[in-house]
């Protein structure tokens, strides 16, 4: 199956710095990708809809200024989650989407947690 | 108004003791329906497709059926590494949907 990579895997940092997670399509293109996050025992949340070359689809109750989506590439999306707070920790996940077979594939997550 | 329910929430099953995770939707023009497993700290793992009523897939353990309402995943004599939530979701082109997922226990 495709492979989809996310960078960094587990992530702390203090509360009012920024994070980048990088999220890569490794062995096809991705015209679109998606931004997820899960609480604990929780099923996905989606935050957001990336298209390649334009700009992020929030869903409702998403900060898009908080929540920071660049898709530059067909093969890379960046979440950047400005000035975070401790509710700011969870885990986010990523998928792109392959075209062809119209299937998503997910990346291995990212957990982030902000002191 | 499209979704897609999985039920039971959680299953715990003995090892070796056959069932069937259920996945039903109600979604206009439906493009693909999906499984994934997802353990505990990991994103979701591609497990299969189904595109049309009737459709059948299969890997290991795992059997995927599709009818027009609903899709079951079948376990044959599940191990406990099978242990996993299951998620479903549906494609109508525009949009995913998703599951809550099924939690499942196998006991050694």
């Known amino acids: 199956g495709a492979v989809v990579s996310q960078h960094p895997s587990r992530v702390i940092c203090k509360s009012g710095t920024s994070v980048k997670i990088e999220c890569r399509s490794l062995?096809?293109?991705?015209?679109?990708m998606f931004w997820y996050r899960q609480f604990p025992k929780k099923s996905l949340m989606l935050m957001a809809t990336?298209?390649?070359?334009?700009?992020?689809?929030?869903e409702q109750g998403v900060e898009k200024d908080k929540f920071l989506i660049n898709h530059a590439s067909l093969t890379l999306s960046t979440l950047t989650v400005t000035s975070a707070h401790p509710e700011d920790s969870s885990f986010y996940i990523c998928?792109?989407?392959?075209?062809?077979?119209?299937?998503?594939?997910f990346g291995p997550g990212t957990r982030l947690l902000v002191l | 108004e499209d979704q897609v329910t999985q039920s039971p929430e959680a299953l715990r099953l003995q090892e070796g003791e056959s069932s069937s995770l259920n996945c039903s939707y109600t979604?206009?023009?439906?493009?693909?329906l999906f499984w994934y497993r997802q353990d505990p700290g990991k994103g979701p793992e591609f497990l299969f497709t189904?595109?049309?009523a009737g459709e059948e897939k299969e890997k290991e353990r795992l059997k995927a059926t599709l009818t027009k309402k609903e899709s079951f995943l079948h376990i044959t004599a599940p191990k406990p590494e099978d242990s996993a939530t299951y998620l479903c979701?549906?494609?109508?082109?525009?949009?995913?949907?998703f599951g809550t997922g099924t939690s499942l226990t196998v006991i050694p």
């Open positions: 189904l595109y049309s």
């Open positions: 062995d096809f293109q991705a015209t679109t």
């Open positions: 979604v206009s023009g439906l493009r693909g």
């Open positions: 990336s298209n390649e070359g334009s700009k992020a689809t929030y």
């Open positions: 979701a549906s494609n109508t082109g525009n949009q995913f949907y």
């Open positions: 998928s792109a989407r392959d075209y062809v077979q119209e299937t998503q594939y």
